[in-house]
């Protein structure tokens, strides 16, 4: 697996919440320290993982159709992995997509969160799939 060390793009932004002006950031707990990613050539799946600085142990759950499976942290509801089924579809068409079908993945679980900090995380992470998408797909 290869492995690219992210950095956030601090987007702060002004927020006003009953009459007072805030200054809003994603923490560094909701944004990766970095990415790591390939293709397990056993399982026919190109495999995301994001480390962030205190995941170790987090249980997880799992959201999947039939090409991409998530995995989301029980507690923070942080993204820690993307699967992607390359051998069960078409792989050259897939190749090209690698990085499309990671975010629009992310995107449909972006739907379901509430959180702003934790939607700005999802962001984050889609923009840094886009940022890298020409070395993450080399890797296939």
Not at 48 to 58: G, I
Not at 71 to 85: A, K, M, N, V, Y
Not at 114 to 130: G, I, T
């Amino acid at each position: 697996m290869k492995k690219i060390e992210l950095e956030l793009a601090r987007s702060v932004h002004k927020e006003k919440i009953k009459g007072i002006e805030f200054l809003v950031a994603i923490s560094p707990y909701f944004f990766p320290e970095y990415l790591r990613y390939g293709y397990d050539k056993d399982n026919g799946v190109f495999i995301f993982q994001f480390k962030y600085l205190d995941d170790a142990n987090e249980p997880r759950r799992k959201q999947s159709d039939n090409i991409v499976t998530l995995e989301i942290g029980q507690t923070t509801g942080r993204l820690l992995g993307i699967e992607l089924q390359v051998d069960k579809h078409n792989v050259d068409n897939i190749k090209l997509r690698i990085v499309e079908l990671a975010s629009n993945a992310i995107e449909r679980a972006e739907e379901r969160i509430e959180s702003r900090e934790l939607r700005s995380s999802y962001d984050a992470l889609k923009e840094s799939l886009r940022e890298h998408e020409n070395t993450i797909s080399e890797a296939l």
